[in-house]
């Protein structure tokens, strides 16, 4: 499937910024087999002092702005063209808990796609010991790894609420899963802890979603959304897999990539600091349209 997408990110200062520095990852990537950039172009108004972009440890497009010159605003624009492959899900060759164990541990690459950078810890999420115990609970009945993180997938799905005032982008995983609610990145953030918690090798994805509008109705723009699901490492036959916990469903051809990381903090969209007082309102506008 092909697919233009056009994203446009909107900061209105209180008060004029003097100065700035940013790291903004937005831009989708080649994933091979998966998706292919055709083309991608990323612009800033005001444009900034300095540009520069490269990639970073986990394969993600990032780019670098400095500003110099006073502004009250900010946008970020991105125009890209992605074909993504319809491709179906693998069949489950994953091993059980314990033989997924022995093959980490027989696993000797730190590459960037090596499991071993996504069993600890990372800097948005911790293991919960009431989560690793949900999880446990949930897939008390599974025989392999991509049993179980489906299972955990759908049991997301299940048991919490979408709610998006309930969280903000600095709430924490035990803090949605004792809410039980929150948005795509908490329920992603809940999954890897989870998955974490009992072994498995789980990471963080950013992307665009695609949604259809209802039979009959139009499609509104900039009715599409940034979204967050999960990664998780099924085994060395079969690799990385990817799990929506927000729709119940392992990603397909509606899922385009930004990139990934460990957690949020490793592809969030935009990140850095300003020399400004006050606060800001942003604004977020994303189309992805099926090119036929």
Known sequence: MLYDIRLELTYDYDATVHGGRHLIRVAPITVPGVQRVVA??????????RESTFTDFFGNSATAVTYVEPHDRLDVRLTARVQVEDIHPPADLSPSL????????????VE??????????????????A???????????????????????????????YDPKATDVETKPAEAFALRKGVCQDFAHVMIAGLRG????????S??????????????????????????????HIG??????????????????????????????IVGVLKTHGSHETKQSVDVLRVE
């Not at 992307?207 to 085994?235: I, S, Y």
């Open 240 to 269: 990385w897999v990817e799990f929506d916990p927000t729709n119940a469903m392992i990603a397909g051809p509606d899922h385009i990539s930004i990139g990934h990381g460990r957690d949020y903090a490793d592809i969030s969209p």
């Open 40 to 49: 991608s172009s990323l612009s800033f108004e005001p444009r900034p002092q």
């Open 112 to 129: 960037p796609d090596s499991p071993h950078h996504f069993l600890a810890a990372s800097p948005r999420v911790q293991t919960v010991p």
């Open 198 to 205: 009992v072994g498995i090798p789980a990471g963080y994805v």
């Open 131 to 161: 989560i690793t115990d949900y999880v446990e609970a949930v897939i008390a009945d599974t025989q392999s790894v991509m049993a179980a993180a489906t299972a955990l997938c759908m049991a997301i799905h299940r048991d919490f609420a």
């Open 207 to 236: 992307g665009f979603l695609r949604t259809n509008p209802p039979k009959g109705k139009p499609r509104l723009e900039g009715a599409d959304a940034m979204h967050a699901w999960v990664r998780a490492w099924c085994g060395q």
């Open 98 to 109: 314990q033989g997924l164990n022995r093959e980490v541990s027989r696993y000797w690459s």
